[in-house]
């Protein structure tokens, strides 16, 4: 089963500066890689996928890269709705799956 | 757009089985398009996976649970179903029921989650 980590586990990050979120995976997955936001007491939501693709209705300061094993999730300028829960899932075995262990970004 | 609701006890005892449904209403479980998945998180933790099935009954389940882990589809009743034996307080989380993509991998649409404790 592929192992996926999340790095750093949280992050303390200004309004208006950047954020960069790793995500390692144990094995290559190519680009099968998604991204989810979760607010506190709400249902994560698919932010990107395909490693760099955006979801409907994510803000083009969201950015996602990376290949094969390793992988980043960048928010240009944090607005005061981006401190959140941040999750990493692969796909490249689907139906089977595995989640990271999410990055945490709070406000510093 | 499709909804997923989770329904089921929001408190079980050791060693009892958790049984809990995920009705889906604006879509069909039966659709030749879709996965459906049970996600669950503990408190303050990450999302963990816990399996996937398709309308025919075809299951994926993650190799952690893959000895207590049960899933089961009723497209009649449009629902799918998930049971976990033998729970502990680890098992403790909110449980979510979500629809993946069969051509894609990911999780786009999620019930509200249904919280359950372990605990005598």
């Known amino acids: 089963e592929i192992v996926m980590t999340q790095s750093p586990a949280t992050l303390s990050v200004s309004p208006g500066e950047g954020a960069t979120l790793f995500c390692r995976a144990s094995?290559?997955?190519?680009?099968?890689l998604a991204w989810y936001q979760q607010k506190p007491g709400q249902v994560p939501r698919l932010l990107i996928y395909a490693t760099s693709t955006r979801a409907t209705g994510t803000p083009a300061r969201f950015s996602g890269s990376g290949s094969g094993t390793e992988f980043t999730l960048t928010i240009s300028s944090l607005q005061s709705e981006d401190f959140a829960f941040y999750h990493c899932?692969?796909?490249?075995?689907?139906?089977?799956?595995?989640f990271g262990g999410g990055t945490k970004v709070e406000i510093k | 757009q499709v909804q997923l609701q989770e329904s089921g006890p929001g408190l079980v005892k050791p060693s009892e089985t958790l049984s809990l449904t995920c009705t889906v209403s604006?879509?069909?479980?039966?659709?030749?398009?879709?996965?459906w998945g049970w996600i669950r998180q503990a408190p303050g933790k990450g999302l963990e996976w816990i399996g996937s099935i398709y309308y025919t009954g075809n299951t994926s389940y993650t190799s952690s649970l893959k000895s207590r882990v049960s899933m089961s589809v009723d497209t009649s009743e449009n629902q799918f179903f998930l049971s976990l034996s033998s729970m502990t307080a680890a098992d403790t989380a909110v449980y979510y029921c979500?629809?993946?993509?069969?051509?894609?991998?990911?999780?786009?649409?999620w019930g509200q989650g249904i919280l359950v404790t372990v605990s005598s």
């Open positions: 604006r879509g069909s479980v039966r659709s030749v398009s879709f996965y």
């Open positions: 899932q692969q796909y490249n075995n689907w139906p089977s799956v595995t």
């Open positions: 094995q290559s997955i190519s680009t099968n």
């Open positions: 979500a629809r993946g993509g069969v051509s894609t991998g990911w999780f786009y649409n």
